[in-house]
């Protein structure tokens, strides 16, 4: 009974993170039209353009190999078992013990690999320019990303995501400047890795500017809008992590009762809507970089991650 | 007798070397050698296997050969057992493929006979049990892989490559001689229970240290002595490149594993912070220029120097934790790097076959003379996305899961008394997670020009698909690859007697845990399921596709790729190897390998072609070997003089010699 | 309270290291000099946090002198000047961003293990206050040597003198005559170096420093 309930709760999970994907992608966009006196495409214009991509027949480039038709479900489902792996409104779900926090991480490398690959496969100038600076960004972000998580692993005793959730939220652990480093640091590399301005922007098509976007450019139909959920659910999955490592309160411990998981659920659904707000906020007031300015942006994350990890020891060594 | 069986096993491979030069000019020669190479390398996997997985006891023998006084000392514990398992596995699937692809080798005479003398060679070194068995097999390993080097031997490169090799293993094995001339100490005693027995000073540790790090670390291919690594690997034909990659570094690391944590005895903690940061840097430096290389076989070998940095940056952990009396996080360490080691004798055997069968098919090596081969080679293609995938450390493969474990090891440095250790650590685990990020970019980059895309080059256009024993030996590897990420945990139980009889400590014994998890030190701290992240993605991939073609749409139609409304017919517009790694060679390249670029075009108006080139120089060539190799060549010159003396010179040149050797003798005294 | 105390005073001076770390990534003159205000704010709200814990009122003169001098008048005057001279592109360095950073991580790793191992007898508070004390300070001299333009010289020796203050507080009892006129002697340096610049640029036409090097006349 207790495993059912258990394996019904993970399943809420992993629904929960798919359908709300598209509707704080919205929310980015409905926020950032406001912000710019525009009116804005409604709340749920990402699910009926999601549809609309489904319903659609793939044009497929006539020497496309099998890997660029398998890797939009590759990449989606290993986003998805990465999400479904971040606490969102419950720790201790059944099976959060499959990957710890570098599990995750490399997990969205996988999803990463792939998709540049794809890019490379039809053998256009654009798909390559994709793959190469993504690998470039990547390049960057993941040891920072690495980093951070040393930060926090190294605070909290442990990289399994779960722990370190519940260890933030006891009240021992006070303000450390390293966790705020790692904050900040973690912050850059969410913005670079769901390609957001100033790193990227997934609004345009302009021709030089395009990282993501030039990756994916030939894809169409089924196939396009598999990545594109891939990409919001990375979005949900990156604020996840930053709201359940260092927001934790409200989070449900792992054996609560309904009344906990339904108050989870409503302060997750908040947190995700004052996330997308900040980041609208921030997407607004920013110009977008020259790529060859991204690599300084991500360094400094970077050292802030290992300034994080160096700070520790001051606290530790007393 | 296991010890024994072993040592008939390399017996009979170097009989084989020796029938190998009689057979030659058969026509059929290489089949039969190589074929026949195969079966005793798979008994040696089984008698390592069981060493390992069985009653797991140690045997020894002494054979009558070698110094009179002396014997050849023979000894299988559970070390050389694993690493017998690697020689083994690594040779007789290599064997397989070469059965194949040595039908295409242009004068197999240049190859059979060195090819199984090799092989033999390296078992040896596995089995030796005393410093003269021991440094003999080495040089053997050495002298052999020397000659497959220079197999094309009419190509200038490559015998430049086996030049600056020799000089580089006669280096290596000079300070091997002096590591165990220390090691033995004034009373000579050779054998390796006289040496464990001795006692040393710190001096004499620190020293012995230092010429092992150089003398392994030469052969294994760390940073600086890496140098002759991406030039003689690739130069050798390729089946002979994934041995040289896959297993010999292997051997080189068994060498420094079984003096410095074997024999040595205890090390101070304050050497260990000089093997992690010279792993670590290894690995950075290693595939920053894997990512630069066109060559698709250097590209790899420069790979190896990576993956060598990872490991020795595991062992310095291992050191550090062992000095610290942290058995547990020692162990933990250790075993990550024994099975890095593993994985990379699976993954580089793997690419180098791939590499051999990209060379067959093409004849080219260039990655800018490749192309689309995944159309043409749709088996050796898919089996080399798993070698890439895997080597990129991605979950849930094996490269990631041994990384894994190394992050788990460098997370448990808070735990260490010092605080330079505690800081050094994490900084040194940041590198090697840029070097992982590195070595996914670098294997984008070879595979996405190599085998996607469009053909650069007719030969290209016309692959074919290779023969069945390298696509078998191929899958093999494959198999090897995504079964040992899906079951880490039989690996590192598997691995676990080796470790427990270096360290006295192991990890606890994975089999028990639920589900088969990876539970390193505690469940509260880290988990890793390889089988169900496995399991969970291919579950969600294929329901998400079912469901997609099921209740959306499954049409499709094809078309003209649509590349921002301007196709270009010429592939080569396509990104090649350079274009790829123009924006890391941009914000790298410039600083660590000294890369320039230079952009001449004409002034408006003029119709001439813009020029664009890219200058790179090897700062460690030039900052170490070019005056090294300067300074010998002016000293020969000052010295050629001494070839032109009369006799009544040379005499007094002896004369003087003798007479001042007295004098020192005398002073000594 | 004693606990809250502790992790507010490191939580600021360790955001000082930050900011001096922000410093060292700016490469624009007028960020620049909104971030070295940003120092200067977080410095004295460090050291009025440490008036109230050490209960030192004259500490929070130290605090109000930092805020009105360093983070409103020598930011402001320097932004003038900036205006004046017409020289807000972009700050010429001598090596990238990442090299200085990376050499940044170094030396607060230094000073970190440095100070930890001479103080083991201080109070922590001390010790960690000692510790981000001359990382703040190191990382000013290392802005300084990696910049060639003068009034981002000026701006790393005003951090590393903020650095200097942090040490000072941190360690109880330091009297408050010290304290006015070291800050009033960086003044007299702040207006020295101000008139300096001007007759620079007058001379040279540029506050590059590396044109005083070529005109010094000892190189060829």
Same mark, same amino acid.
């Given at each position: 009974m207790a495993l059912i309930a258990n394996l019904l709760i993970q399943g809420a999970q992993m629904l929960l993170v798919v359908a709300v994907a598209p509707l704080l992608v919205g929310l980015v966009r409905k926020v950032k039209a406001r912000l710019t006196r525009r009116r804005g495409a409604p709340l749920i214009q990402p699910y009926r353009d999601l549809a609309r991509l489904m319903r659609k027949d793939v044009v497929l480039a006539e020497n496309a190999s099998w890997l660029f038709r398998a890797v939009p479900y590759l990449v989606f489902a290993a986003t998805w078992v990465a999400a479904a792996l971040v606490p969102t409104f419950a720790t201790g779900l059944h099976f959060s013990w499959t990957a710890d926090l570098i599990a995750i991480v490399a997990l969205l490398a996988s999803a990463r690999f792939f998709l540049a690959l794809a890019g490379m496969d039809v053998g256009t100038s654009f798909g390559g320019i994709g793959s190469s600076r993504e690998m470039m960004i990547a390049s960057m972000a993941e040891p920072a990303m690495l980093l951070t998580v040393f930060a926090m692993a190294l605070v909290a005793g442990s990289t399994q995501l779960s722990t370190v959730s519940q260890f933030v939220a006891s009240p021992d652990v006070g303000l450390r400047v390293s966790l705020a480093m790692a904050l900040v640091a973690l912050i850059v590399v969410a913005i670079a890795e769901n390609a957001r301005i100033p790193v990227d922007n997934p609004a345009t098509h302009l021709e030089l500017t395009m990282v993501h976007e030039a990756m994916v450019l030939e894809y169409s139909g089924r196939h396009l809008a598999m990545i594109e959920l891939a990409a919001a659910l990375k979005l949900v999955l990156y604020l996840s992590l930053i709201t359940c490592v260092f927001v934790p309160w409200g989070i449900a411990a792992g054996d609560a009762g309904a009344l906990s998981y339904v108050t989870g659920l409503l302060i997750y659904l908040g947190k995700l809507t004052v996330g997308g707000v900040a980041l609208a906020v921030f997407e607004t007031s920013i110009a977008k970089m020259r790529v060859f300015r991204v690599p300084d942006f991500l360094g400094a994350a970077l050292m802030l991650g290992l300034l994080g990890t160096l700070l520790l020891f001051v606290s530790r060594g007393l | 007798m296991p010890v024994e069986l072993a040592a008939i096993c390399s017996g009979v491979l170097m009989a084989l070397a020796g029938a190998a030069i009689l057979l030659r000019q058969h026509p059929r020669a290489s089949v039969t050698v190589y074929a026949a190479a195969t079966v005793p390398c798979g008994i040696a996997t089984v008698i390592g296997l069981t060493g390992l997985l069985g009653s797991g006891v140690t045997t020894t023998t002494v054979l009558p050969v070698g110094l009179p006084w002396l014997g050849a000392h023979l000894r299988l514990d559970a070390l050389a057992s694993f690493f017998l398992t690697i020689v083994g596995l690594g040779g007789a699937v290599t064997s397989f493929y070469a059965i194949g692809y040595g039908r295409h080798e242009p004068e197999p005479g240049r190859v059979l006979p060195f090819y199984p003398g090799f092989l033999g060679a390296m078992m040896a070194v596995v089995l030796a049990d005393d410093a003269f068995t021991f440094l003999l097999s080495w040089e053997v390993m050495s002298l052999l892989s020397w000659g497959l080097v220079l197999t094309h031997h009419r190509e200038t490169e490559t015998r430049h490559a086996a030049y600056v090799y020799l000089v580089m293993a006669a280096f290596g094995t000079m300070s091997l001689l002096l590591a165990f001339g220390l090691l033995a100490g004034g009373e000579g005693g050779y054998a390796f229970d006289a040496i464990r027995a001795g006692a040393r000073s710190p001096a004499t540790v620190t020293a012995i240290l230092a010429l092992m790090v150089l003398g392994a670390g030469?052969?294994?291919?760390?940073?600086?002595?890496?140098?002759?690594?991406?030039?003689?690997?690739?130069?050798?034909?390729?089946?002979?490149?994934?041995?040289?990659?896959?297993?010999?570094?292997?051997?080189?690391?068994?060498?420094?594993?079984?003096?410095?944590?074997?024999?040595?005895g205890p090390v101070e903690w304050w050497v260990s912070p000089a093997v992690i940061v010279l792993g670590a840097a290894t690995a950075v430096l290693g595939i920053l220029n894997a990512l630069m290389e066109s060559d698709i076989k250097k590209a790899l070998a420069y790979s190896t120097v990576e993956n060598i940095g990872v490991i020795f940056a595991a062992l310095g952990l291992a050191l550090a934790f062992r000095a610290s009396a942290m058995p547990a996080a020692a162990a933990l360490a250790f075993t990550a790097a024994l099975f890095h080691a593993f994985n990379h004798m699976a993954f580089k055997s793997l690419l180098f076959m791939g590499a051999g069968a990209v060379l067959n098919a093409t004849g080219?090596?260039?990655?800018?003379?490749?192309?689309?081969?995944?159309?043409?080679?749709?088996?050796?293609?898919?089996?080399?996305?798993?070698?890439?995938?895997?080597? @990129?450390?991605?979950?849930?493969?094996?490269?990631?899961?041994?990384?894994?474990?190394?992050?788990? *090891?460098?997370?448990?440095?808070?735990?260490?008394?010092?605080?330079?250790?505690?800081?050094?650590?994490?900084?040194?685990? +940041?590198?090697?997670?840029?070097?992982?990020?590195?070595?996914?970019?670098?294997?984008?980059?070879?595979?996405?020009?190599?085998?996607?895309?469009?053909?650069?080059?007719?030969?290209?256009?016309?692959?074919?698909?290779?023969?069945?024993?390298?696509l078998a030996a191929m899958s093999a590897l494959a198999a090897l690859c995504v079964l040992a990420g899906i079951f880490p945990g039989a690996v590192i139980d598997a691995i676990a007697p080796a470790v427990s009889a270096t360290l006295d400590a192991r990890l606890p014994q994975? @089999?028990?845990?639920?589900?088969?998890?990876?539970?390193?030190?505690?469940? @509260?701290?880290?988990?890793?399921?390889?089988?169900?992240?496995?399991?969970?993605?291919?579950?969600?991939?294929?329901?998400?596709?079912?469901?997609?073609?099921?209740?959306?749409?499954?049409?499709?139609?094809?078309?003209?790729?649509?590349?921002?409304?301007?196709?270009?017919?010429?592939?080569?517009?396509?990104?090649?190897? +350079? *274009?790829?790694?123009?924006?890391?060679?941009?914000?790298?390249?410039?600083?660590?390998? +000294? *890369?320039?670029?230079?952009?001449?075009?004409?002034?408006?108006?003029?119709?001439?072609?813009?020029?664009?080139?890219?200058?790179?120089?090897?700062?460690?060539?030039?900052?170490?070997?070019?005056?090294?190799?300067?300074?010998?060549?002016?000293?020969?010159?000052?010295?050629?003089?001494?070839?032109?003396?009369?006799?009544?010179?040379?005499?007094g040149l002896v004369m003087f010699s003798l007479v001042g050797l007295l004098l020192v003798l005398t002073i000594w005294h | 309270m004693d606990r809250i105390a502790f992790d507010t005073a490191h939580m600021l001076a360790g955001g000082l290291v930050l900011a001096s770390f922000m410093m060292l990534y700016q490469d624009r003159l007028y960020a620049l000099l909104n971030v070295f205000a940003l120092h200067a704010v977080v410095l004295s709200a460090s050291v009025a946090w440490q008036a109230l814990i050490q209960d030192a009122p004259h500490l929070y003169v130290t605090a109000g002198i930092a805020l009105i001098f360093k983070a409103m008048i020598i %930011?402001?005057?320097?932004?003038? #000047?900036?205006?004046?001279?017409? #020289?807000?592109?972009?700050?010429?360095?001598?090596?990238? $961003?990442?090299?200085?950073?990376?050499?940044?991580?170094?030396?607060?790793?230094?000073? #970190?293990?440095?100070?930890?191992?001479?103080?083991?007898?201080?109070?922590?508070?001390?010790?960690?206050?000692?510790?981000?004390?001359?990382?703040?300070?190191?990382?000013?001299?290392?802005?300084?040597?990696?910049?060639?333009?003068?009034?981002?010289?000026?701006?790393?020796?005003?951090?590393?003198?903020?650095?200097? #203050?942090?040490?000072?507080?941190?360690?109880?009892?330091? %009297?408050? $005559?010290?304290e006015i006129s070291v800050a009033f002697s960086v003044l007299i340096a702040f207006i020295v170096i101000g008139v300096f610049l001007f007759r620079i640029r007058e001379r040279f036409d540029t506050v590059d420093l590396q044109a005083l090097d070529t005109f010094r006349g000892d190189k060829a």
């Open positions: - | 030469s052969k294994a291919g760390l940073v600086p002595l890496h140098v002759w690594l991406p030039l003689a690997h690739p130069a050798a034909p390729s089946h002979v490149s994934a041995l040289m990659s896959g297993v010999m570094t292997k051997v080189a690391l068994y060498g420094f594993i079984r003096v410095v944590f074997d024999l040595l080219a090596r260039d990655l800018d003379a490749l192309g689309g081969l995944i159309h043409r080679m749709p088996v050796t293609s898919f089996l080399v996305l798993v070698g890439v995938t895997a080597i @990129s450390a991605l979950p849930p493969l094996n490269g990631f899961a041994s990384e894994w474990l190394i992050f788990q *090891s460098v997370l448990k440095s808070p735990e260490l008394p010092q605080v330079s250790l505690q800081m050094l650590i994490p900084a040194a685990g +940041g590198l090697l997670a840029l070097a992982a990020a590195l070595a996914a970019a670098a294997f984008v980059r070879i595979y996405g020009v190599a085998f996607l895309g469009r053909a650069r080059s007719d030969a290209a256009r016309q692959a074919v698909e290779v023969d069945r024993f390298s994975q @089999s028990d845990q639920p589900w088969l998890t990876l539970v390193p030190i505690a469940e @509260s701290r880290s988990t890793y399921n390889g089988m169900l992240v496995m399991l969970f993605i291919a579950l969600s991939a294929s329901a998400s596709a079912w469901a997609v073609h099921r209740f959306a749409s499954r049409r499709l139609r094809r078309a003209p790729a649509w590349d921002c409304g301007f196709p270009n017919a010429d592939p080569v517009t396509q990104y090649g190897a +350079g *274009s790829f790694a123009q924006p890391l060679r941009r914000v790298l390249g410039t600083i660590l390998l +000294g *890369s320039r670029e230079e952009v001449v075009m004409p002034p408006p108006g003029e119709l001439g072609a813009a020029r664009h080139a890219v200058h790179a120089r090897d700062l460690i060539w030039d900052g170490i070997y070019a005056p090294v190799t300067r300074a010998v060549g002016a000293a020969a010159n000052r010295l050629n003089g001494l070839q032109f003396l009369t006799i009544r010179r040379y005499l | %930011p402001g005057a320097l932004h003038r #000047i900036i205006q004046r001279l017409g #020289i807000h592109r972009e700050v010429e360095q001598v090596v990238g $961003v990442g090299t200085t950073m990376l050499a940044g991580m170094g030396l607060v790793a230094l000073s #970190i293990s440095l100070m930890l191992g001479l103080t083991v007898t201080a109070d922590a508070l001390a010790r960690e206050d000692l510790a981000f004390a001359l990382s703040v300070v190191l990382l000013g001299l290392l802005m300084m040597v990696t910049r060639r333009n003068a009034v981002s010289q000026v701006v790393g020796f005003m951090s590393l003198e903020n650095g200097l #203050i942090l040490a000072a507080t941190g360690a109880k009892g330091m %009297p408050l $005559v010290v």
